[in-house]
């Protein structure tokens, strides 16, 4: 299998076009190819600059001259979730009359998107970046040739990183912002380069405060990794 990621611009894409004028990025987190409809439904998050940017994004996406239709599932502050349906775009349409498919989720931000498609056929990959590249813009970022034991790998492993994302989502916005702080400023380096002094200067909090919340963070991820390697064990 050849899987080819691609930084994406096309000029029917509401997604794209909605990123463009406004500040909303959005995530795939489901999709779904209605071949009889020539359609694409997706279900995304959509996360918003603030309140209003998403506001205002959201109300494009859902006039978008391309959008089939719209469904606001859920909305929480500057984040919501949508259901949403889409003509098939163009560039999609070369995609999959030269027997591709995607592959992984789709990302879309400040005009150009992320996509990950896969090709069973070098050549069909070959000929479908050629055609196109007669009507977009976009630059490969990786291309890979997936042999059989990688799929397996793959596919083995799926529920430890599953496992590893549940951990991320659990995580509390303070205890993430926590964690990600305490990594990039060195706080786990040995020796250290940032104490827990410095985490409680940055978020104007007790020495006290900022310790429980890096120990609950690093509980919740530790014990899905613990989680995740007795699913690796038992892919075996």
């Known amino acids: ?12 894409c509401p997604f794209i076009d909605t990123t463009a004028d406004y500040g909303v990025a959005f995530s795939a987190v489901h999709w779904e190819f209605d071949q009889s409809r020539r359609a694409l439904e997706t279900r995304m998050v959509v996360e918003g600059g603030d ?5 205002d994004g959201l109300d494009a996406l859902r006039d978008h001259g391309n959008m089939y239709d719209y469904t606001l599932l859920s909305r929480r502050d500057d984040v919501a979730h949508i259901r949403t349906v889409i003509d098939e775009t163009a560039a999609m349409e070369t995609i999959r009359d030269n027997d591709g498919y995607i592959t992984g989720p789709f990302y879309v931000e400040e005009g150009s998107e992320i996509w990950h498609v896969g090709f069973d056929r070098a050549r069909r990959a070959d000929d479908t970046l050629a ?16 042999t059989l034991p990688d799929v397996q790998d793959l596919v083995r492993n799926a529920g430890a990183a599953m496992t590893l994302i549940q951990g991320c989502e659990e995580l509390s916005e303070t205890e993430r912002e926590t964690l990600e702080t305490a990594v990039s400023s060195g706080y786990f380096e040995s020796p250290r380069d940032a104490t827990l002094g410095t985490l409680a200067d940055e978020f104007d909090v007790s020495k ?11 509980r919740k991820m530790i014990e899905r990794v613990v989680d995740a390697l007795d699913d690796l064990d038992g892919a075996e």
Do not use: C, H, W
């Open 1 to 12: 299998m050849i899987d080819i990621s691609m930084d994406m611009e096309q000029y029917d």
């Open 51 to 55: 309140r209003g940017q998403l506001s």
């Open 208 to 218: 006290p405060a900022v310790s429980k919340n890096l120990r609950r963070g690093q």
């Open 131 to 146: 055609e196109l590249e007669r009507d977009n813009e976009f630059d490969v970022v990786e291309r890979s040739d997936t």
